[in-house]
């Protein structure tokens, strides 16, 4: 995030939050608490057989250590691309001293001709050889000018190879870091795709205990019910919390809201998932690491794993609504913080077991679901 993006993220946190830092401390206490404790709870949820729930924790386990290891290549690839920027800035200034050298050799060279030609005749014969005292007077002052602006632009001749010296120094060093980040990022990528590999050999082998109808609605239905103690827990958790609360509320937005990402809608609100079964929300289709957005300010007040949903992220929006984003290949954003309108929280990933890369996003009033199309601002 830019510097002025930060600035004005915590301008309008003062503003949104009417609390102390005292009590903003505390807040956030508490919800790392929550945090803590749904992490309990949810291990003590169990659904299918016991196979299945070591398979789902081996799942977590790959993904987690997936989203980790992506987490670092985005800040090695964030790193290089400030690299390359400075370095060529760098490389501008370098070719602006090397032009500048020269132009100041040339210069020299001339005057160190113009002065060897002079050489013959010293101010004293130059003296001697004169009558008129104006025309010695002008003599010696010229010579004195030659002098000094000779000394000039040697001493600017000397701080420019000085300086020269310093910018390929630091293109060096700067062309070193590159070398050691590009290396780095090929490991990590290598380790990532470890990963991957371990997580899809993971993945087939749960797909085959859920093979039957009747074992993939009861995962359905654990993995539904895992996400509403999560939510009730919240709910009730943050009742004591600071809340967001502006001119622009939730419910003034509502059918103005931006997108979550730009992304391909294939599963909509209320459509048929599985035997007795809706979606709850929508599911959008988008490329692997994809910004994911808020879709208005707010408090984020779940930031972790969740069994079929993978990395999770749940804003409070304050008034009983929440909007969620699942799937995610990493989490940018932690319990606690404070996020604008269109900020970059998550990347879009697969995470929970999915085979394609998507976002599912819901949008919840005091608990239930509520369609997203009522909300979000008309595509096109």
């Given at each position: 995030m830019s510097k002025t993006r930060l600035i004005i993220s915590a301008v309008l946190a003062l503003l949104l939050v009417p609390c102390t830092l005292a009590d903003e401390k505390e807040d956030r206490t508490k919800l790392k608490a929550i945090s803590q404790d749904i992490a309990k709870l949810q291990q003590s949820i169990k659904g299918g057989s016991e196979k299945q729930d070591s398979l789902n924790k081996a799942l977590r386990k790959a993904e987690l250590a997936s989203a980790g290891i992506s987490l670092k290549?985005?800040?090695?690839?964030?790193?290089?691309?400030?690299?390359?920027?400075?370095?060529?800035?760098?490389?501008?200034?370098?070719?602006?001293?090397?032009?500048?050298?020269?132009?100041?050799?040339?210069?020299?060279?001339?005057?160190?001709?113009?002065?060897?030609?002079?050489?013959?005749?010293?101010?004293?014969?130059?003296?001697?050889?004169?009558?008129?005292?104006?025309?010695?007077?002008?003599?010696?002052?010229?010579?004195?000018?030659?002098?000094?602006?000779?000394?000039?632009?040697?001493?600017?001749?000397?701080?420019?190879?000085?300086?020269?010296?310093?910018?390929?120094?630091?293109?060096?060093?700067?062309?070193?870091?590159?070398?050691?980040?590009?290396?780095?990022?090929?490991?990590?990528?290598?380790?990532?795709?470890?990963?991957?590999?371990?997580?899809?050999?993971?993945?087939?082998?749960?797909?085959?205990?859920?093979?039957?109808?009747?074992?993939?609605?009861?995962?359905?239905?654990?993995?539904?019910?895992?996400?509403?103690?999560?939510?009730?827990?919240?709910?009730?958790?943050?009742?004591?919390?600071?809340?967001?609360?502006?001119?622009?509320?939730?419910?003034?937005?509502?059918?103005q809201l931006p997108w979550p990402i730009s992304g391909q809608l294939t599963k909509h609100f209320g459509a048929s998932r599985n035997t007795n079964i809706t979606w709850n929300g929508w599911l959008l289709k988008a490329r692997e690491g994809s910004p994911v957005n808020t879709v208005h300010h707010g408090r984020v007040i779940f930031s972790d794993y969740l069994r079929g949903h993978g990395l999770l992220i749940i804003i409070d929006h304050g008034d009983g609504y929440m909007s969620l984003y699942a799937h995610n290949q990493v989490l940018l954003k932690e319990t606690g913080e404070w996020v604008l309108t269109g900020e970059t929280i998550a990347k879009v990933g697969n995470t929970g077991g999915r085979s394609e890369n998507a976002l599912y996003f819901e949008i919840r009033h005091n608990g239930k679901p509520t369609n997203p199309k009522r909300w979000l601002k008309k595509k096109g």
């Open positions: 290549i985005s800040t090695l690839e964030t790193k290089l691309v400030a690299l390359n920027t400075e370095l060529l800035k760098l490389q501008q200034h370098q070719s602006i001293l090397e032009a500048s050298r020269k132009s100041q050799q040339e210069l020299i060279s001339k005057q160190m001709s113009t002065a060897y030609h002079l050489g013959s005749e010293e101010p004293i014969k130059l003296l001697l050889n004169q009558e008129d005292p104006d025309k010695i007077s002008r003599i010696l002052k010229y010579y004195d000018y030659f002098l000094q602006a000779r000394g000039e632009k040697l001493s600017q001749y000397r701080e420019t190879l000085s300086s020269l010296n310093k910018v390929e120094t630091s293109i060096s060093d700067h062309q070193l870091a590159l070398s050691a980040h590009r290396d780095a990022l090929k490991q990590e990528q290598l380790e990532l795709t470890k990963r991957q590999e371990a997580r899809r050999d993971v993945l087939a082998l749960l797909n085959k205990q859920l093979s039957g109808s009747h074992q993939a609605l009861n995962q359905l239905r654990t993995e539904r019910s895992r996400l509403e103690i999560v939510l009730k827990s919240l709910q009730e958790s943050i009742a004591t919390l600071s809340l967001p609360g502006t001119e622009q509320s939730f419910t003034s937005q509502k059918g």
